[in-house]
T-cell receptor, first 114, second 111 residues
Framework: GAGVSQSPRYKVAKRGQDVALRCDPI?????LFWYQQALGQGPEFLTYFQNEAQLDKSGLPSDRFFAERPEGSVSTLKIQRTQQEDSAVYLC????????????FGPGTRLLVL | QKEVEQDPGPLSVPEGAIVSLNCTYS??????FMWYRQYSRKGPELLMYTYSSGNKEDGRFTAQVDKSSKYISLFIRDSQPSDSATYLC???????????FGKGTRLSVIA
């Protein structure tokens, strides 16, 4: 079946621009996670949802970052007034219900802020 | 000190070698342990998943968890050039919650 998809795959933004990154989880998956992966580093947690409820946003680096999942399926991560330090790969993962469910990752969106 | 430590390598081995990758962690509440493989410009792909301590084997891959030492390992037998990738350890304290990742170890298997 279809995996997690993300769009766009690549995004170049000028500093100060707003960007929106989209994640389509695996159909029926209840949980959705956003991670940020800097070059040469492991992914770092940003925020996650269970259905439409945002359960934890403690990893969002600043109030310029905002995520939503209004209908409990597709999610959007928005970054306002982008800065050069926002340049990274943004990964989305989804999982089904159950305590031992694993997270399946999308290919990521590579954001470059100039 | 980060919660999860992983030597970033790079690690280069000849084809057919046994590869040993490992991570240490500081949070004793971690109970779920995973190894992901990430090819260049791709998302992480789950390789192994272990709950609590013990060993798990799947084909050429073996994962070990030693909670008393806060140490996890991944062994790859008969390594192949197609195993060349970055290997990420990940863990969490509760099921289906945000993962804490290591930095990743870059592995090259030379034919």
């Amino acid at each position: 079946g279809a995996g997690v998809s993300q769009s766009p795959r690549y995004k170049v933004a000028k500093r100060g621009q707003d960007v929106a990154l989209r994640c389509d989880p695996i159909s029926g998956h209840v949980s959705l996670f956003w991670y940020q992966q800097a070059l040469g580093q492991g992914p770092e947690f940003l925020t996650y949802f269970q259905n439409e409820a945002q359960l934890d946003k403690s990893g969002l680096p600043s109030d310029r970052f905002f995520a939503e999942r209004p209908e409990g399926s597709v999610s959007t991560l928005k970054i306002q007034r982008t800065q050069q330090e926002d340049s990274a790969v943004y990964l989305c993962a989804s999982s089904s219900t159950g305590s031992k469910e694993t997270q399946y990752f999308g290919p990521g969106t590579r954001l470059l802020v100039l | 000190q980060k919660e999860v430590e992983q030597d970033p390598g790079p690690l280069s081995v000849p084809e057919g070698a046994i590869v040993s990758l490992n991570c240490t962690y500081s949070n004793s509440a971690f109970q779920y342990f995973m190894w992901y493989r990430q090819y260049s410009r791709k998302g992480p792909e789950l390789l192994m998943y272990t709950y609590s301590s013990g060993n798990k084997e799947d084909g050429r891959f073996t994962a070990q968890v030693d909670k008393s030492s806060k140490y996890i390992s991944l062994f790859i037998r008969d390594s192949q050039p197609s195993d060349s990738a970055t290997y990420l350890c990940a863990m969490s304290d509760s099921g289906n919650t945000p993962l804490v990742f290591g930095k990743g170890t870059r592995l090259s298997v030379i034919a």
